[in-house]
């Protein structure tokens, strides 16, 4: 029904687009990740592996990976542990507030992440409202350092941003499981938790890969609550790029890093996806 | 099932709901609370209830002309990202042609990718093509990112969307401009105002590719940045607390404007069934 102009015209705008501002920049940055800088800090066009080759040369690079990937990985993990039995609460429990509380979920993602990261400091700091409140009430006689400038407030930081982006597909998959399939598991003489663990469960897998995904991306690629709240121990592997495009003055190496990162994501992506086919009930 | 154990699994449940919701709310209620108060952040109690910093923040140029500029490259943002996002969201819908598979990944990509990758690539390509670093630079950034955000609503919204009305109107004369104005755009209002209502909101808290793009002026989230890093004071509590509440006065809007909405196509939706 859609005549060759129709279909030119809706399909040449973005394709023209998405090719020149999301196309060429991955492929400059693919560029750059072979290019160098020369003594003077000029960029090079001179095709070579020295970038890489220091990536797998120096243990910082590594250390700084893994730890970035570490503390993703216990952030997703508190996000689904926290969104998981929420989600789970709203679409089989909470009956007339399910909509009240959806919009409380919700509500935080409005309220700007700098906001948040930012507000997690005052509260964590040396003379911030915990270790104020906890003297106030002679819990403690000196501040907790630890609290903040640690790896653990970049996990808390991060966890609470991201715990709403991990419950929306979760919520989303649990609504969207047929009810029936749970009254014939219970008329066929499975306990709840049978229920959970055969029915439920598995048939929330996509949701929580979603989530998951979302949750680590995420997290993997941030950097300003590092330098909000992390102090030295707690550096990411955005936070070298960062430096690499700003005093350091490397691009091209802060290029193989982020290409580095692009390639890890988008393969996380890819496993996820296989992952949620394997999964999806049809 | 023994109902005991509902009970026990329920109240579990409620306890651990409570427990996300408080963990969700607690710095909120912190930020607000310590907007009003003298003695600076942090300090347990609060004392000295002011408003004083609120006084100090309106009084504050700065922080104005970034919001100023927020709002600015937000709305050209939004701009962007329809004129592009709904063209992309028809041709995944209706138009076949090679690579399309790849195209829809691509656009969707920025969503779910670290801020950092695409605020950088753009840089480079900013660079290589020797263009100044200014708040249009921005806008180019935030308007490719939220193009994802832009299909996707659309794209939801067009499967919902009776193709037949398309097709009567093309029957009787119009051309496809004419219906795509007044047959396509009116249907998928509700995703397009939704798509552009979360598009502007995202823009205006966007910091990773800003932080990349930015260039003599500062939108909001930056300069809050840059304070952040000459040291804290409530003042950031204040513009906090005032964007929250504009915020929450626009889910409220939004809401309302979908439920009633969509109680009307409900409505309508069960007229015809029990026709049928």
């Not at chain 1, 598991?185 to 897998?205: E, K, N």
């Not at chain 1, 707690?234 to 495009?245: A, E, K, Q, R, T």
């Not at chain 2, 042609?97 to 829809?104: D, E, H, I, Q």
């Not at chain 2, 004419?178 to 598009?199: H, K």
Request: with cysteine; aromatic share 14%.
């Amino acid at each position: 029904m859609f005549s060759r102009a129709y279909r030119a015209a809706i399909t040449i705008p973005p394709l023209a687009w998405v090719a020149l501002f999301l196309l060429t920049p991955y492929a400059l940055m693919f560029c750059y990740s072979f290019w160098s800088v020369s003594p003077d800090q000029n960029v090079v066009h001179q095709w070579n592996l020295a970038n890489y080759s220091e990536l797998a040369g120096k243990s910082v690079y590594h250390e700084t990976l893994l730890r970035s990937m570490w503390i993703a990985a216990r952030v997703t993990f508190f996000a689904l542990a926290l969104a998981y039995p929420l989600a789970y609460y709203l679409s089989f429990r909470a009956g007339t507030r399910k909509e009240l509380f959806y919009q409380l979920v919700i509500i935080p993602l409005w309220v700007s992440y700098l906001v948040r990261a930012y507000a997690w400091k005052t509260i964590l700091g040396s003379d911030g409202v915990l270790n104020t409140l906890l003297q106030y009430v002679h819990v403690t006689k000196h501040p907790l350092e630890f609290l903040l400038y640690s790896p653990f407030a970049v996990v808390l930081t991060l966890t609470h941003i991201y715990t709403p982006f991990a419950f929306l597909p979760i919520y989303a998959s649990l609504e969207h499981i047929p009810r029936n399939l749970i009254e014939a598991s219970q008329d066929l003489g499975a306990s709840p938790a049978q229920t959970f663990w055969r029915v439920i469960l598995p048939l929330s897998i996509p949701g929580v890969l979603a989530g998951a995904t979302f949750a680590f991306v995420l997290s993997l690629g941030d950097f300003l609550a590092p330098v909000l709240l992390g102090g030295p121990s707690g550096i990411m592997i955005s936070n070298i790029v960062v430096s690499l495009f700003g005093a350091a003055y490397n691009w091209p190496l802060g290029a193989a890093i982020s290409l580095c990162m692009l390639l890890l994501v988008v393969s996380l992506l890819f496993l996820a996806e296989r992952l949620e086919k394997k999964w999806s009930f049809s | 099932m023994p109902p005991r154990r509902i009970r026990t699994d329920s109240r579990w449940l409620t306890f651990h709901a409570f427990f996300v919701f408080a963990f969700l709310y607690l710095p909120i209620l912190v930020l607000i609370v310590y907007s009003f108060n003298g003695q600076g952040v942090g300090g347990f109690p609060p004392r000295n209830l002011t408003l004083d910093w609120y006084r100090t923040l309106f009084a504050d140029g700065a922080i104005w002309d970034s919001v100023l500029n927020s709002l600015l490259v937000a709305f050209a943002a939004m701009l962007i990202s329809l004129a592009l996002g709904i063209p992309a969201a028809l041709a995944l819908d209706r138009a076949q042609f090679p690579g399309k598979a790849l195209f829809r990944r691509l656009v969707l990509l920025p969503l779910i990718l670290p801020g950092i990758i695409t605020g950088l690539s753009l840089l480079m390509l900013f660079r290589q093509a020797d263009m100044k670093l200014s708040l249009a630079t921005i806008v180019l950034g935030h308007g490719t990112a939220l193009i994802s955000v832009a299909t996707t609503e659309v794209f939801a919204g067009l499967q919902k969307l009776d193709r037949a009305q398309e097709e009567a109107s093309l029957d009787l004369g119009a051309t496809y401009w004419q219906t795509f104005w007044r047959i396509t755009v009116p249907n998928l209002r509700l995703s397009i105002i939704g798509a552009a209502l979360l598009i502007f909101t995202l823009s205006m808290d966007e910091i990773a590719v800003s932080f990349f793009l930015i260039g003599r002026d500062n939108t909001l989230p930056l300069e809050i940045w840059g304070r952040l890093r000459r040291g804290i004071t409530p003042e950031i509590n204040a513009i906090s607390t005032i964007i929250f509440l504009f915020s929450i006065i626009a889910i409220v809007l939004w809401y309302r404007l979908r439920t009633r909405t969509d109680g009307r196509t409900e409505i309508a939706a069960e007229l015809v069934e029990s026709k049928a």
